[in-house]
């Protein structure tokens, strides 16, 4: 038989969630956030569990994203429902770890990317290792950042959610931190440790704090952030409110980097770029329920344009890496709210 795709296990105090697919990088399935979804609801309510912990098997990836060839073989065939399904599962999976009423640690030992940051970045902790790569990278796929991507791109410091939701920037470990993806960082030969200690807190103790104590001592300084240095440029080259003004600020720019940037958004979707520009814009003033609801409306509609098929066939299916995309279209008409609608329940 073969084996399941997510296990669970309680430790102590604990219960642990191992997403188990490494050989697809632990890539998010519906039927994982089916078990998941459920497991959360009972642990929520199990007073012998003070915590939560979710991790990925395997040493290349936490999760690399969510189960983006199912959604490519429903998008070719035109299986909205299917879409619909997926993405309102996925969402309320999301808001489920945003609003959890227990510590919920993420153990971020490697590639964690999509489907994977929605796992992880709502929860109260973050623990990225120097494995970590990060990135929001849909807009080379002809997607834009879901998954709660609405909500926390603008809520990273200055522009730097706008950088990474359009470019697809990749993240390493003190990046991660200053970015707010981490909120803290433990070497990858501690996390056994880490665990450990965490199965040692007391079931009707102080969980917040408790967790929080054991984070704290495994916790050390990954060094200057990259990011960092580059954040002036960053706030001002990604200020504009349209596309086209902030690739003529990146044009403008002498800073090679600058050139570089430029050269690597001009591999994204226009129609892609576009959407997502929009979608960070109104995110910065929703909360995280009317987020997600727009990023229902928002991914039906683009994951039946011709960019994501496109997109997912030439880095997924036929990885000629050479998509041919379409130009830029209007995106407004995919922010109207339509027959399908985002409800979560109590």
């Known amino acids: 038989m073969s084996e399941p795709t997510v296990l669970f296990e309680t430790r102590g105090a604990i219960g642990r969630i191992t997403l188990n697919r490494p050989k697809a990088l632990n ?46 073989d429903a998008a070719v065939a035109g299986d909205e429902a299917f879409l619909v399904d997926f993405y309102r599962e996925e969402y309320t999976l999301n808001r489920l770890i945003k609003t959890y009423p227990k510590p919920y640690v993420a153990l971020l030992d490697g590639i964690t990317m999509g ?18 790569t990060f990135a929001m990278p849909e807009t080379g796929i002809g997607f834009f950042p879901d998954v709660g991507g609405t909500y926390f791109l603008p809520r990273c410091p200055g522009a730097v959610g706008t950088y990474l939701g359009l470019t697809g920037a990749r993240l390493k470990v003190a990046d991660a931190l200053y970015a ?80 570089e940037t430029l050269a690597t958004l001009n591999t994204k979707s226009p129609t892609a770029v576009a959407a997502t520009l929009e979608q960070l814009r109104r995110g910065k003033t929703l909360d995280f329920d009317d987020a997600m609801r727009l990023e229902l409306t928002l991914g039906v509609h683009m994951a039946l344009a011709p960019d994501f098929r496109e997109g997912v066939r030439a880095v997924i299916v036929d990885k000629d890496n050479a998509p041919q995309w379409q130009p830029e279209g209007p995106v407004a008409h995919w922010f109207e709210p339509g027959p399908v609608r985002l409800e979560f329940p109590a």
């Open 27 to 72: 890539a998010l399935t519906l039927e994982q956030i089916r078990q998941i979804d459920p497991a959360l609801r009972r642990w929520a309510a199990d007073p012998a569990i003070a915590a939560v912990v979710i991790d990925g098997a395997g040493d290349r990836a936490f999760c690399a994203g969510g189960d983006i060839r199912a959604l490519y």
């Open 115 to 132: 489907g994977g940051v929605g796992l992880s970045v709502h929860g109260r902790h973050r623990v990225a290792t120097e494995r970590i």
């Open 180 to 259: 707010g993806i981490a909120t803290h960082v433990t070497p990858s030969d501690k996390l056994g440790d880490l665990l450990a200690a965490l199965a040692d807190i007391p079931a009707g103790g102080d969980a917040d704090g408790d967790v929080a104590a054991v984070l704290a001592r495994f916790h050390q300084d990954p060094g200057p952030a990259p990011l960092a240095a580059r954040r002036e440029a960053i706030d001002r080259l990604f200020a504009g409110t349209t596309v086209t003004a902030i690739k003529a600020a990146l044009a403008a720019d002498a800073d090679p980097w600058a050139a």
